[in-house]
Antibody, heavy 113, light 107 residues
Framework: VQLVESGGGLVQPGKSLKLSCSASGFTFSSYGMHWIRQAPGKGLDWVAYISSSSGTVYADAVKGRFTISRDNAKNTLYLQLNSLKSEDTAIYYC????????WGQGVMVTVSS | DIQMTQSPSVLSASVGDRVTLNCKASQNINKYLNWYQQKLGEAPKLLIY???NLQTGIPSRFSGSGSGTDFTLTISSLQPEDFATYFCFQHNSWPGTFGGGTKLELK
């Protein structure tokens, strides 16, 4: 099982970014997937979950601004981040399955002017 | 939202010690509680899922227990590689929520 996030970087407040999580080593379409973030030096903060049938749930802090999606043909999970705020600055991890049994190495998103 | 409170926030212990980390939910979460270990600069790793199920490849010195609102992670005999931060996570109801973490440090 391997999960590799990409798409992070430095972005200005109010702007957008799209993160990707490329999955391999398992049948991606059979698993729900999480996005979880961690601000520098802080704890873990659950962001969103998408089921294998593409049902979605979001944390209140990102609802209406972030969109989780998946492309099973490409074995890829996405997180569209809109209207970014400084408090969204964090390492963003994708994790497999309802229990989050495998995690990627994370990708840094920095929101700053 | 369900709040998860971990205690203590910092635990000092020695190699060979038996330690217990606590996680308390603000409401009943049944058995849907996971434990993760995170070392500095690394992604979290799943140790225990659904209260007491040991993830594949995790040493048997790790165990979990509890139900309802009170849960514990026990390490029966601390090894040098166990000094890390531990997080609990409830997935009984959305949004999922993490505890603030317990940092296990060398005494």
């Amino acid at each position: 099982v391997q999960l590799v996030e990409s798409g992070g970087g430095l972005v200005q407040p109010g702007k957008s970014l799209k993160l990707s999580c490329s999955a391999s080593g398992f049948t991606f379409s059979s698993y729900g997937m999480h996005w979880i973030r961690q601000a520098p030096g802080k704890g873990l903060d659950w962001v969103a979950y998408i089921s294998s049938s593409s049902g979605t749930v979001y944390a209140d802090a990102v609802k209406g601004r972030f969109t989780i999606s998946r492309d099973n043909a490409k074995n890829t999970l996405y997180l569209q981040l809109n209207s970014l705020k400084s408090e969204d600055t964090a390492i963003y991890y994708c994790a497999r399955g309802y229990s989050g049994d495998y995690w990627g190495q994370g990708v840094m998103v920095t929101v700053s002017s | 939202d369900i709040q998860m409170t971990q205690s203590p926030s910092v635990l000092s212990a020695s190699v060979g010690d038996r330690v217990t980390l606590n996680c308390k939910a603000s409401q009943n979460i049944n058995k849907y509680l996971n434990w993760y270990q995170q070392k500095l600069g690394e992604a979290p790793k799943l140790l225990i899922y659904n209260t007491n199920n040991l993830q594949t490849g995790i040493p048997s010195r790790f165990s979990g227990s509890g139900s309802g609102t009170d849960f514990t992670l026990t390490i029966s005999s601390l090894q040098p590689e166990d000094f890390a931060t531990y997080f609990c996570f409830q997935h009984n109801s959305w949004p999922g929520t993490f505890g603030g973490g317990t940092k296990l440090e060398l005494k």
